[in-house]
């Protein structure tokens, strides 16, 4: 498996694989034709379907400012690498075809053309959670500890520029107010919800706090704000909402937020190499589903949970987001997206409580689940897998 920076990508939104992937692949075509004249873009299948709504044409002209960019809308050709393709074409001033490239976005800000060329270098030896708890009961380690002796310690520079940003991201959120951008003009909700906690005690306020967290950079990526995928843009509000309300709650040090942090990306990395993360592939089980599996982990080992335990509290987070479907309204990282960071999120604090009450024990291994929510995806019709051509994306309204 990869790094788990590739987890974690510091970017603006509002979507992972709409806007941070198209983008990446305009600037490497730029480069590889610098020279050109005119440029013409054409979007495919689940990229083309919302692309509109999550501004992925802006994205892509942006980068190729100032040449000409002609973006050609192709929803209902699907290429058979992934939902997500595009095709990138350089002209001269003749409009003579300078070179084209076909790519994909294929969930987190990754692109790949499938050709093996330029991919991110693999680093795991283990690529299933069974196999890794079993060399780390042999070893006597933890979870962060593999990863801090897979990736070494610089590792950590990383992970705190990711916790300083998804801190900054909750600050900026709970702070601003108004509507967000988009036609559906809906209105922020996470300063109102984070005032509301300071008058609540206990369970309650904690709740309301997560809720508010979550909301916060949620709406920040709407707005396109500076956020950390975690897994993806759509799914940004779960992590930090969760590792934040438990670090003010113990006064837990950032030195232990950071191997919660390494955790919860080498989770996410299990679902990345054997399912997905992607919503136009699997729909929103691959990212809010994994997002509540990454945070249940990390909450997990924060309260003290042993490896099984941790395990445990991430099988749940994806088990019950089982058949999650991708459908957000005109195309928006909005309805029902930023509602679900925060519903994840608190279910995630509810998985890790769960799993501490037990000793790790139980009968659906997190493998399975990952197995399972991969063929749940396949199976589910592509009208569900961010095409916004059903479920609440057509009856929104």
């Known amino acids: 498996m990869e790094s788990i920076k590739e987890i974690f990508r510091i970017g603006t939104g509002p979507s992972s694989s709409h806007t941070m992937g198209p983008a990446k692949a305009a600037y490497q075509f730029r480069k590889n034709y610098p020279k050109a004249d005119y440029y013409k873009v054409t979007l495919y299948g689940s990229l083309a379907a919302t692309g509109k709504g999550h501004m992925t044409d802006k994205a892509v002209i942006d980068v190729l400012y100032p040449v000409k960019t002609e973006i050609i809308w192709e929803p209902d050709t699907f290429l058979p690498q992934h939902p997500n393709g595009m095709k990138f074409s350089a002209f001269n001033s003749r409009f003579v075809e300078l070179g084209n490239w076909t790519v994909f976005s294929t969930g987190g800000g990754k692109i790949t053309d499938f050709s093996g060329v330029s991919e991110p270098e693999r680093i795991y030896i283990h690529t299933k959670m069974n196999d890794l708890l079993k060399f780390l009961d042999e070893q006597g380690r933890t979870i962060w500890e593999y990863v801090e002796d897979t990736e070494g310690s610089d590792i950590y520079e990383y992970l705190a520029e990711v916790w300083k940003t998804m801190k900054s991201a909750v600050k900026r959120g709970i702070e601003q107010e108004g509507t967000l951008p988009g036609g559906l003009k809906l209105g922020r909700k996470a300063s109102s919800y984070f005032m509301r906690a300071r008058s609540f005690t206990g369970i309650q306020k904690n709740r309301t706090l997560t809720f508010s967290y979550a909301l916060a950079v949620s709406e920040e990526n709407a707005a396109c704000g500076t956020i950390v995928t975690a897994p ?52 929103c089980q691959g990212e809010v589903g994994t997002a509540c599996a990454m945070a249940a982990g990390a909450a997990a080992q924060l309260l003290g949970g042993t490896p099984q335990q941790i395990e445990y509290a991430a099988e749940m987070g994806m088990e019950h987001h089982l058949g999650l479907t991708c459908d957000p309204i005109a195309g928006l990282v909005q309805v029902p ?26 009968l659906v291994s997190f493998d399975k689940i990952v197995k399972t929510m991969k063929q749940t995806g396949v199976d589910m019709p592509s009208i569900y897998r961010e095409t916004s051509e059903g479920g609440l994306a057509i009856m929104g309204d």
């Open 232 to 283: 993806t843009c759509g799914s940004c509000g779960v992590l930090p909402a969760v590792l934040k309300v438990i670090a003010d709650s113990y006064n837990i040090p950032d030195k232990r937020i950071l191997r919660a942090i390494a955790t919860a990306g080498l989770i996410g990395n299990f679902v990345k190499e054997n399912a997905s993360i992607s919503g136009a592939e699997v729909g």
């Open 337 to 362: 997206c930023i509602e679900r960071n925060a519903f994840a999120a608190e279910r995630a604090l509810n998985c890790a409580t769960y799993a501490m009450l037990s000793d790790g024990r139980h």
